[in-house]
């Protein structure tokens, strides 16, 4: 950290993620891990969460910090840097923000013009690593120039061949048979997941086609993630192909979605044989898939269940999560399972809130997703997105304002 901020970039499944945990827990650093997701393109959403956050790490400070309300729209620049000069006043010294799945988040988001203020206030003492996978955007180009900012890469971050032959000898080097370590590293390309599914490959076949070359990583990730998910047992793949509809998990939540008792033996299983699934202690372990490996389950459940049973699998793992108060990921599921009474009740639960918490576009997206008929149903609807669009469609907005005014809904 000889600079403020760096930003690390590098495939999936290149160990970004543990370099940083290694790091911060060797050097014993105080810190905040924030992960990024598509909501924080809205920026009033992610100045939303980073408060949250920010309250865990800093919990003497009694007073929240501002949220981004409709009164700051017009002078967000300013909003930004205050907000994080007060953040930054409440952090303790050699404190280190971190910011992971960058990529998650489009190049032109606005959100990247807020995180670039936030690092041109940082005060000495706090430091900044953005973990992505994907090179720093355009609108970070001043703090590069500057030399403010500092980037570690995939050429940094790959395996060597010393690296992968001390990786192979850490998990046994019995397991691999014969297979010498320097085609492992050729076949791998110094990427640390395919070197792990490999070996795995190798444990469990015994045997496996090396020859088959050097393949992109997202095709051979699904391939592997495919050889060992066929050689578990029906009550794993069972367990796994339900949880995958959870983006992220307790024990408890997956066990009243699946109904396994022994949901908490099986991700504890799965994390600790690097079966790619992280946890992150937050309190209570929260577990999640890796985003391949996800997505790859997310196909099995495609192609083993009916559409009848994914829609009810959807449903469930909503409701587990409206229990956790993961409100956003739950609408998003509703949404997939098209069960427009459940996403009408979460919206008039919440409208109030979001709105008041300046997160309009949130809720106009869920408004939105629902049918155009559905509003005749429920005008109480029409109040809701006149309201969502105050702030930025004002025409629109009192135009839904006036049909709800004229059907004398009851809000």
Known sequence: LQKQVVWISSPVGSGKTSLVTSYLNHRKLPHLWYRIDSGDDDTATFFYYMGLASKKVSPKFKKPLPLLTPEYLEGIPVFTRRYFEEMFRRLKAHFVLVFDNGQDVPETSVLHESLKIGFETLPKGISVLVVSRNAPPPAYARLQLNSAMDSLSWSDIRLDREETESIVRSKNNDDIGDTPVGLLHERTGGWVAGL????????????????????AKEEIFPYFASELFNKTDLNLREFLVHTCFLPVMTADMARVLTGNPESEAILKRLHEHNHFTERRLEGVPNYLYHTLFRDFLMERAYVTLSAEAIRDLRIKAAAVLMGANLVEDAAGLLMDAEDWPALASIIREHAPNLVAQGRSRVLAGWIDALPDDYFSAEPWLFYWKGMALLSHRILESRACLEQALDRKSVV
Do not use: F
């Open 196 to 215: 792990v599914l490999l070996m795995e490959a190798l444990r469990k076949q015994g045997a496996v086609n090396l020859a088959m070359g050097h393949q």
